[in-house]
Each structure stands twice: as C-alpha cells, then as structure tokens.
C-alpha cells in the first residue's frame, strides 16, 4: 500500500490551504505507518489521532511513533472506529482516512458525521470483487449498487464507491464533491469534499445514475432515469446490461490534480515516476467522458488486432474525437466517439475487411 500512502500525503500537501491547520483522523492505524507519514511529511497537519481496535496494532503504532519522535503529533488510543468517529461529534476533523479490510460502505456515516464542513473523507476500498461485477449480490448488499460486468471494471469500483458514499451523505443532508480518485493495484481509492446543506445534497444527488452497455457490440449510454433505459442495443439491437446507480459526475478536481502534478517532485517516494505517470494520465483524462473501452476488449467484440494505442488515439483525434489515455487500465482509452466509428477506425488501422 506504499503507492496509496504516497498519494495520501502528495493529496493533503495539495488539496488544503498552506494556512490551514489540519486535525486527522486515522481510525484503522495498523502499524501507525500513514499516521506517522502524516505528521512528518505534511507541514500544515496539526495532529493525527490514529486508533485500532487490537492491542497489539496500538503498541506497535504507539512504537512507530515513539521511534519517528512525533509524540507531539500522532495520539495513539485503543478504539473502535465507529465508537472514535462517534464519540464527540462537536470535534470535527479536516481530513479522515478510511483503510478498512475490505469495504469502507460501513463507515460511511460515522465518517461523515465527523468530517468538518469543507474537509476531505478519504476511503480505500479493496473489496475488489464486488465492486468489480464479480460478485453482484455483494455490491448491491454493500453499496446499494447493481454492478456491471465489463472492461471498465475498475471505473465501475469506484463509481460505486462514490454513489454509495453521495447516498449515505444525502440522509444526513450532506453533499459530496469528488477531489480525486484511482484505482491502481487491488484497491479503489477516492477523496470526497463534504458539503454542508440540503441543496448540496441535493446536487449531489443529480450527479447519481445508470448505465447501459452492450456486451456484443461494447456500445454504452449513461442517463439519470431508469425510464429511458433501452434493454436493447440501439447499435445492434443486442440484450443490454444495466447498472446503477453510479456517481455520474467528475472523478478529479483539476485545480487539485494539477497542485499534485507540481508537488509531485517534493515527495519522499521510491515511486516517483510511477506517481507522474499516474498524474500526468488522470490530466488527460479529466474531461473525458466516463466508462473507458481497452483496446483487448473492442478488438475482439470487433474480431480485429488490437491497433497500438498511441495510434489509435492520433486517428480518433484527426477524425475531430476527444481521445485520452486512462490510469485505470494500461490498453484502456476513453473517447465520445461513437462505437461504430470506433469500430471502423480499428478496422482501418488494422487492415481488417
């Protein structure tokens, strides 16, 4: 999780003003490794309270920090997560990052009730599989979501992700803004603005809705109301798969990706380069539209060879298409193409009838 913990911190540095002291909340510490990163790689963080239910994570976070000298910041304690983030609810934290074992949908509340207005929840989630499609039930049970089983699995995780999350915040009439997100290695990762007020609940929720994907012909559409869905293709008239709800709306905050892209030098990482790789793709993705194709996927439902993808990319882009790369996967590329023409251009650069 070293390349999460590296885009934790590279987040706080650049998310939050420089003047504004920080309170964190790490209730699933562990080791107290993120808790200790915090408070030594963060200028403006104030204090870290980090807590585990087990006694034996609390004295080995406590040891963490007695070795990194930051008693003066991270406040070790023995809690459970739900009662820490329930106990005080008048004392609010800028920033609370969820790491659970598996799904962080059970956290959400307690979370958000103790989130400051305009600070940041964080959540990790590496329950992969129902998030992914694998394992429907679970999703629906976990997140409230129908999954889709499909290409863009990993966008689809952390669409869910963020619709469960918007839903959770609308009961406490509390609203949500994406800051950021990815989803690298086994894990979807997102960082949600909380916003005080019922409007904001409310456009929170406008940002929630469905998407319908061929599997035949890999053509999708996305709407805000079950009513206009279609069960079949309007490409080629093949039975869709619908999902939702998803969070519709932007994944990233670009005046907070691009402080990131500038501060990325500044971090203490042995994966540096992986992490502008991971930038620079997001700031080319930030405007494209959602659910990603990979070039696998549509060559087979095209029955041609995959096209290098830089060329592909070019082709889209001559034809006058938005065409980008995707961190998400490494053939995937986003584009508002239709898939017909998508279709002819791999067929084009590939010298298929």
Not at 158 to 170: P, V
Not at 171 to 191: Q, V
Not at 203 to 227: A, D, K, Y
Not at 286 to 294: E, G, K
Request: one cysteine or more; proline letters at 7%.
């Amino acid at each position: 999780m070293s390349l999460n913990r590296d885009l934790a911190i590279l987040f706080t540095i650049s998310h939050f003003l420089k003047d504004r002291r920080l309170q964190l909340c790490d209730p699933m510490a562990g080791s107290g490794v993120r808790a200790v990163r915090y408070a030594l790689e963060t200028p403006n963080v104030a204090s870290v309270v980090a807590a585990d239910r087990q006694p034996d994570a609390v004295e080995l976070a406590r040891e963490t920090v007695r070795l990194n000298k930051v008693e003066d910041k991270v406040f070790v304690i023995q809690s459970e997560a739900y009662t820490l983030l329930a106990k005080n609810p008048r004392e609010r934290f800028d920033l609370i990052d969820l790491d659970p074992f598996g799904s962080p949908s059970p956290f959400f509340e307690c979370a958000l009730r103790a989130t400051e207005a305009g600070g940041v929840l964080a959540a990790t989630a590496t329950d992969m599989g129902p998030l992914s499609g694998a394992r429907p039930g679970a999703c629906k049970r976990k997140y409230g979501v129908v999954p889709i089983r499909a290409e863009f699995e990993k966008e689809v995780a952390l669409r869910a992700m963020a619709s469960a999350l918007t839903t959770t915040a609308a009961k406490l009439e509390l609203g949500i803004n994406l800051a950021f997100s990815h989803a690298t290695d086994h894990y979807a990762r997102l960082y949600a603005t909380v916003i005080k007020g019922r409007k904001a609940a409310n456009e929170s929720l406008r940002n929630l809705g469905f998407v319908t994907h061929c599997p035949n012909c890999l053509n999708r559409t996305t709407t805000p109301f079950l009513s206009s869905i279609r069960e079949k293709c309007d490409n080629c008239a093949s039975q869709t798969l619908v999902g939702g709800p998803f969070w519709l709306g932007p994944l990233w905050d670009r005046p907070t990706v691009s402080r990131m892209i500038q501060h990325t030098p500044l971090l203490l990482s042995t994966r540096l380069s992986e992490i502008q790789k991971i930038l620079n793709c997001i700031e080319n993705e930030l405007d494209a539209p959602p659910f990603y194709y990979t070039t696998d996927a549509a060559a087979a439902a095209f029955r041609t060879k995959p096209p290098p993808i830089s060329t592909l990319l070019a082709s889209l882009r001559e034809n006058g298409y938005q065409a980008s790369r995707t961190h998400l996967n490494p053939t995937g590329f986003r584009t508002d193409a239709p898939t017909a023409r998508i279709a002819s251009l791999f067929r084009t650069l590939t010298d298929e009838p």
